[in-house]
């Protein structure tokens, strides 16, 4: 197995079994033959074309159209056809940084192949050995990848709030990290992929943080949804990247980032590494 075995699981998506999926001319997703099909229940809110599927024009603002689609995710989650509702607004736009055209379910999101962001941090402490990372594990009872392995905090990026005050406050929502420290947490780029999976596709980016933690503050778990963390040595993390698809599909891609940067993964040890570098970052 090889890193890049990642980079290729997390950019599985092969667009072309997909319809576009547009608002105010602007294409913001991609959508499954079967799932586009459903939305025919609502013609005067989604206009069927030749190869796409059109959010009625005549909504003509942020609050019509966040309005207008509603009832029918609503309606699709009570179906089954959209599950683990959360009631967490996304915005929906094709590029960060855009006014939103509107706002939508989190977890409609992937049925419409609506772009979505979210912050990944990785949490190390320098010791006399090298560098330790805090990996967490999923609670099993969590309605996406449960039990897997995680980055020592990530969360998705709703509406309303910067990538940074979102992650000051998963920092102490899923780590009990006080305000204090967390924001000694600095970014260091982000990483694209587009992920295939039953519901959809993913088409998402992750702003990607460093936090170094003290060596004597252990992460607590606040709201349920992290079973425990460990501190284990980078190297440790590395082979079980490398070795298995036990850590969440894209917490693999945050880390071998961080492997790249702190200079565990080089172009002397690596043959991929150019590969690597690039897959991290997929065009649009």
Same mark, same amino acid.
């Given at each position: 197995m090889r890193y890049l075995d990642h980079i290729q699981a997390c950019n599985n998506a092969d667009l072309s079994q997909f319809r576009l999926f547009t608002v105010a001319g602007t294409r913001v997703g991609w959508l499954q033959a079967e799932f586009s099909a459903r939305l025919a229940a609502w013609p005067d809110i989604f206009v069927q074309e030749t190869d796409a599927i059109e959010l009625s024009p005549e909504l003509e603002s942020f609050n019509a159209r966040s309005g207008a689609i509603d009832k029918p995710l609503r309606e699709l989650a009570e179906s089954g056809v959209i599950d683990a509702w959360r009631e967490e607004p996304y915005p929906v736009m094709a590029? &960060?940084?855009?006014?939103?055209?509107?706002?939508?379910? %989190?977890?409609?999101?992937?049925?419409?192949?609506?772009?979505? &962001?979210?912050?990944?941090?990785?949490?190390?402490? %320098?010791?006399?050995?090298?560098?330790?990372? &805090?990996?967490?594990?999923?609670?099993?009872?969590? /309605?996406?990848?449960?039990? @897997?392995?995680?980055?020592?905090?990530a969360g998705g990026q709703p509406i309303g709030i910067t990538p940074f005050d979102n992650l000051i406050k998963e920092c102490a929502e899923e780590a009990g990290i006080e305000e204090r420290l967390s924001r000694t947490a600095w970014p260091v780029g982000v990483i694209s992929y587009c992920h295939q999976t039953s519901a959809g596709v993913k088409p998402d980016q992750m702003f990607c943080y460093d936090l170094e @933690?003290?060596?004597? *503050?252990? /992460?607590? #778990?606040?709201?349920?949804?992290?079973? %425990?963390?460990?501190?284990?040595?980078? +190297?440790?993390?590395?082979?079980?990247?490398?070795?298995? !698809?036990? !850590?969440?599909?894209?917490? #693999?891609?945050? $880390? $071998?980032? *961080?492997?790249?940067?702190?200079?565990? $993964?080089?172009?002397? #040890? +690596?043959?991929d590494y150019v590969s690597l570098v690039h897959g991290l970052r997929r065009a649009d």
């Open positions: 590029n &960060w940084g855009e006014p939103p055209l509107l706002q939508m379910e %989190r977890a409609a999101c992937p049925h419409f192949g609506i772009r979505a &962001w979210g912050v990944h941090m990785n949490g190390f402490v %320098r010791q006399s050995d090298g560098l330790h990372m &805090w990996v967490a594990t999923r609670a099993k009872d969590k /309605p996406t990848y449960p039990g @897997m392995l995680d980055n020592t905090v @933690m003290p060596a004597d *503050f252990t /992460p607590v #778990n606040q709201d349920g949804e992290i079973e %425990r963390f460990e501190l284990w040595p980078v +190297e440790d993390v590395a082979a079980r990247v490398r070795s298995s !698809f036990d !850590f969440k599909f894209n917490c #693999n891609l945050a $880390i $071998i980032d *961080f492997l790249i940067r702190h200079g565990y $993964i080089t172009p002397e #040890n +690596e043959p």
